[in-house]
């Protein structure tokens, strides 16, 4: 079925290969507007879900651009998993599962459940248009506490960890400093060069507010793939708080 139409807004070291713009609301009225046949775009890979015994991944899941699929979560031999199914979203860049699962140990069984700041969660987020608080996980009762110090806005960070606490994903960015994902965004560091695909695309920034229009069949360089929110699949950075979905370019 082909779809048109506009989708805005849906997880340090990067740096920018393109100088920052304004495009302002150029018009392109010489471009034509192209629909795009979604089930075209079709995808094969692997879906990593994060839990609380470390990141599993579920092998070859394929679908079409985005249609949501429902993955099974994978059993674990003594632990007992709070969801049977997950939901991953198909992006041109992957398949994006934002949701948490987490395990709990059997009775009986004879597994050690593993601390919760050990997960291997490896990547990297980056704070948006405020300063984000830190918070320090109690070893005892593993609860979250506000900390003395903050992350600057608009600054970016390696994480080697991800917790999950009343229904909140934190990740560490240092020794048990910890920043909320609501006040974060994670992204991949990836460069390229993106062409247009509608006459008009919007620009937004990173809290997925419209801030320009993007002319279409025009070239943009980008340097990393963000993940904005869990809705609408990854975005495309191509200046320093200028982001551009998925659904409106092509990877040349």
Not at 66 to 83: C, F, N, S
Request: with cysteine; glycine share 8%.
């Amino acid at each position: 079925m082909k779809t048109k139409g506009i989708f805005l807004s849906a997880c340090v070291l990067g740096s920018l290969i393109a100088p920052s713009f304004n495009v302002g609301n150029v018009q392109a009225a010489t471009v034509l507007d192209q629909e795009v046949n979604y089930d075209d775009l079709y995808v094969r890979n692997d879906v990593i879900i994060h839990t609380n015994l470390g990141p599993q991944i579920v092998r070859d899941q394929e679908g079409p651009v985005r249609q949501i699929l429902t993955i099974k979560v994978p059993e674990k031999r003594g632990y007992t998993a709070d969801k049977k199914t997950v939901k991953a979203l198909v992006t041109q860049s992957g398949i994006i599962c934002a949701e948490f699962v987490t395990y709990t140990k059997d009775v009986g069984a004879a597994l050690v459940v593993p601390d919760l700041s050990s997960e291997s969660f490896k990547g990297f987020v980056a704070t948006k248009d405020k300063y984000a608080e830190l918070y320090a996980f109690d070893p005892k009762t593993d609860q979250p506490t506000i900390g003395n110090r903050m992350l600057g806005q608009f600054t970016d960070w390696k994480s080697d960890g991800l917790k999950e606490y009343a229904n909140e994903s934190y990740y560490r960015v240092s020794t048990n400093e910890w920043v909320k994902a609501s006040q974060v965004y994670r992204y991949e560091n990836k460069t390229g060069v993106l062409t247009g695909r509608r006459a008009i695309s919007p620009i937004v920034n990173n809290n997925t507010n419209q801030i320009a229009n993007l002319p279409g069949g025009t070239d943009w360089a980008y340097d990393r793939i963000a993940f904005l929110n869990d809705q609408d699949g990854a975005y495309y950075r191509i200046s320093g708080n200028q982001f551009v979905n998925e659904y409106f370019v092509t990877e040349k």
